[in-house]
C-alpha cells in the first residue's frame, strides 16, 4: 500500500518574487523600468519582488514577452510556491492532530496491509486521513458520529464501544466491495441463491467461503471477509455501497453456526429493509432500528432450523451425537447450527455438543 508521505516535498520554496528579482539584475532593469514595460503599478511590481503578492497567469504571460521567460515558468514558480505554503499550514494542522492517532490500533491495521508501517505520529495520521478518505479528524466525526451524510450513512458509532476501530474495520469492508464488479442486484434472484447458500452451508466440508461469495455475487450482493480489530467485537453489517448490497462478515469467534447465523441476518436486512438502512451485528449503535433487527433475527433462525423442526428435536432429548447427525441430515442443516439453537435455548451448557462446531477462518480463505 503506497503512502503520501512517501512523495518527494521540498523542505523549503522560495516566493516567486526572488527569481524575478534574479531575472531583473541579469537584465540589468529596475523595478519601475520594468513596471512601465509591462504597463503595471510599480506597487504591484515591487509586491511581487518583497514576496507580498504573487503572480497572476495575465501578468505571467507580460513577464515572458519583457524578459523572454516563458509564461509557464512564473505560473509554475507561483503554482509550486503556493502548494509548498498549503502543505506547509496542513502540515501545522496535522502536528495539532497527530494524537488522535491513539484512538485506533494502528500496528495492528498495518499488520493486516490496512496502511503502512510507520513510526511518525505524522505519517500515520496521514495514512489514517488516507484510509478514510477524510481531511480532518472534524470530517471524520461528521460522517462516523455526526451523521451529516445521512442519505448515505445513517448511523451514529459515537455510543458505540470502541467506535474508533468499529470505524476502520467498516471503512476496510467499504475498501474491499468498491473493488468487486457486481452484476445489478436481483431480490429474486438472491431469494432464490439462499436455498443455495444454506445447502453449501450444512454439506460443504470445505471451501465455502468463495463459494459464499459467488453464489450471492450472481445475485448481485457483494460479500467481504474483514478480520476484527482487537475490542470490537462486531460480527458482520450490512449496507448499500453505490447502488449494490453488501455484506461484511468478521468471523469473530470462528464458530461456523454463528457465522452463518450473520450471514442470515444481514441477508434479511438486504431483502427487507431497503437501501437505506445500516446494520452493524452486536454493536449498539444510534439509528439501528430494534423492530428490523428483531426482523432478521426471526429470518435467519428460520433459514438455519424452522421452530417446528426445533420443537421436534426437543421431544427427541436427551439426544445422541448421531441424533444430532441424523436431525441435521433431516432438515438439511449443520449439526453445529442445533447445538449452536439448544444452548441459546439454555437446553446445553457451551461444553455441550462442542465436537459438531467448525472453525470459520476469514483470514485464509
Given at each position: 500500500?503506497?503512502?503520501?508521505?512517501?512523495?518527494?516535498?521540498?523542505?523549503?520554496?522560495?516566493?516567486?518574487?526572488?527569481?524575478?528579482?534574479?531575472?531583473?539584475?541579469?537584465?540589468?532593469?529596475?523595478?519601475?523600468?520594468?513596471?512601465?514595460?509591462?504597463?503595471?503599478?510599480?506597487?504591484?511590481?515591487?509586491?511581487?519582488?518583497?514576496?507580498?503578492?504573487?503572480?497572476?497567469?495575465?501578468?505571467?504571460?507580460?513577464?515572458?514577452?519583457?524578459?523572454?521567460?516563458?509564461?509557464?515558468?512564473?505560473?509554475?514558480?507561483?503554482?509550486?510556491?503556493?502548494?509548498?505554503?498549503?502543505?506547509?499550514?496542513?502540515?501545522?494542522?496535522?502536528?495539532?492532530?497527530?494524537?488522535?492517532?491513539?484512538?485506533?490500533?494502528?500496528?495492528?491495521?498495518?499488520?493486516?496491509?490496512?496502511?503502512?508501517?510507520?513510526?511518525?505520529?505524522?505519517?500515520?495520521?496521514?495514512?489514517?486521513?488516507?484510509?478514510?478518505?477524510?481531511?480532518?479528524?472534524?470530517?471524520?466525526?461528521?460522517?462516523?458520529?455526526?451523521?451529516?451524510?445521512?442519505?448515505?450513512?445513517?448511523?451514529?458509532?459515537?455510543?458505540?464501544?470502541?467506535?474508533?476501530?468499529?470505524?476502520?474495520?467498516?471503512?476496510?469492508?467499504?475498501?474491499?466491495?468498491?473493488?468487486?464488479?457486481?452484476?445489478?442486484?436481483?431480490?429474486?434472484?438472491?431469494?432464490?441463491?439462499?436455498?443455495?447458500?444454506?445447502?453449501?452451508?450444512?454439506?460443504?466440508?470445505?471451501?465455502?467461503?468463495?463459494?459464499?461469495?459467488?453464489?450471492?455475487?450472481?445475485?448481485?450482493?457483494?460479500?467481504?471477509?474483514?478480520?476484527?480489530?482487537?475490542?470490537?467485537?462486531?460480527?458482520?453489517?450490512?449496507?448499500?455501497?453505490?447502488?449494490?448490497?453488501?455484506?461484511?462478515?468478521?468471523?469473530?469467534?470462528?464458530?461456523?453456526?454463528?457465522?452463518?447465523?450473520?450471514?442470515?441476518?444481514?441477508?434479511?436486512?438486504?431483502?427487507?429493509?431497503?437501501?437505506?438502512?445500516?446494520?452493524?451485528?452486536?454493536?449498539?449503535?444510534?439509528?439501528?432500528?430494534?423492530?428490523?433487527?428483531?426482523?432478521?433475527?426471526?429470518?435467519?433462525a428460520h433459514w438455519l432450523l424452522t421452530l417446528d423442526q426445533e420443537q421436534e428435536i426437543k421431544e427427541s432429548a436427551p439426544l445422541s451425537n448421531n441424533d444430532i447427525r441424523t436431525f441435521a441430515q433431516k432438515f438439511r442443516t449443520h449439526p453445529a447450527c442445533i447445538i449452536g439453537r439448544l444452548q441459546h435455548r439454555g437446553l446445553l451448557t457451551h461444553h455441550e455438543g462442542r465436537e459438531h462446531f467448525e472453525s470459520v477462518d476469514i483470514a485464509n480463505y
Amino acid at each position: 500500500m503506497s503512502s503520501r508521505t512517501n512523495q518527494y516535498q521540498p523542505d523549503f520554496v522560495s516566493h516567486p518574487g526572488e527569481t524575478l528579482r534574479e531575472a531583473l539584475e541579469e537584465k540589468q532593469m529596475g523595478s519601475k523600468e520594468f513596471a512601465i514595460r509591462i504597463s503595471k503599478p510599480e506597487q504591484t511590481v515591487s509586491k511581487v519582488l518583497n514576496g507580498k503578492s504573487g503572480i497572476t497567469p495575465e501578468m505571467a504571460v507580460l513577464f515572458e514577452e519583457v524578459l523572454d521567460i516563458p509564461a509557464r515558468f512564473w505560473s509554475n514558480r507561483q503554482y509550486q510556491y503556493d502548494e509548498f505554503l498549503a502543505r506547509s499550514n496542513r502540515m501545522k494542522e496535522i502536528e495539532s492532530d497527530k494524537d488522535w492517532v491513539k484512538s485506533f490500533p494502528y500496528p495492528y491495521m498495518s499488520k493486516l496491509g490496512w496502511v503502512p508501517s510507520c513510526r511518525k505520529g505524522e505519517e500515520k495520521l496521514i495514512n489514517l486521513f488516507s484510509f478514510f478518505k477524510i481531511t480532518s479528524v472534524k470530517s471524520w466525526e461528521d460522517y462516523y458520529f455526526n451523521k451529516k451524510l445521512a442519505t448515505q450513512y445513517r448511523i451514529s458509532l459515537r455510543g458505540a464501544k470502541n467506535p474508533y476501530a468499529l470505524a476502520a474495520w467498516l471503512r476496510k469492508g467499504e475498501i474491499d466491495a468498491l473493488s468487486i464488479d457486481a452484476n445489478e442486484y436481483s431480490e429474486k434472484f438472491f431469494k432464490e441463491k439462499l436455498q443455495s447458500i444454506k445447502e453449501l452451508m450444512a454439506f460443504s466440508s470445505g471451501g465455502y467461503l468463495r463459494k459464499l461469495q459467488e453464489l450471492s455475487l450472481e445475485a448481485g450482493v457483494k460479500v467481504v471477509f474483514t478480520p476484527c480489530l482487537p475490542k470490537t467485537p462486531v460480527h458482520g453489517c450490512s449496507r448499500w455501497i453505490n447502488e449494490s448490497p453488501v455484506i461484511q462478515l468478521s468471523g469473530k469467534y470462528k464458530r461456523n453456526d454463528i457465522f452463518w447465523f450473520t450471514f442470515f441476518h444481514e441477508a434479511a436486512h438486504i431483502l427487507l429493509h431497503g437501501k437505506k438502512y445500516v446494520s452493524v451485528e452486536n454493536i449498539d449503535c444510534d439509528g439501528e432500528n430494534a423492530e428490523y433487527e428483531h426482523e432478521a433475527n426471526e429470518f435467519a433462525a428460520h433459514w438455519l432450523l424452522t421452530l417446528d423442526q426445533e420443537q421436534e428435536i426437543k421431544e427427541s432429548a436427551p439426544l445422541s451425537n448421531n441424533d444430532i447427525r441424523t436431525f441435521a441430515q433431516k432438515f438439511r442443516t449443520h449439526p453445529a447450527c442445533i447445538i449452536g439453537r439448544l444452548q441459546h435455548r439454555g437446553l446445553l451448557t457451551h461444553h455441550e455438543g462442542r465436537e459438531h462446531f467448525e472453525s470459520v477462518d476469514i483470514a485464509n480463505y
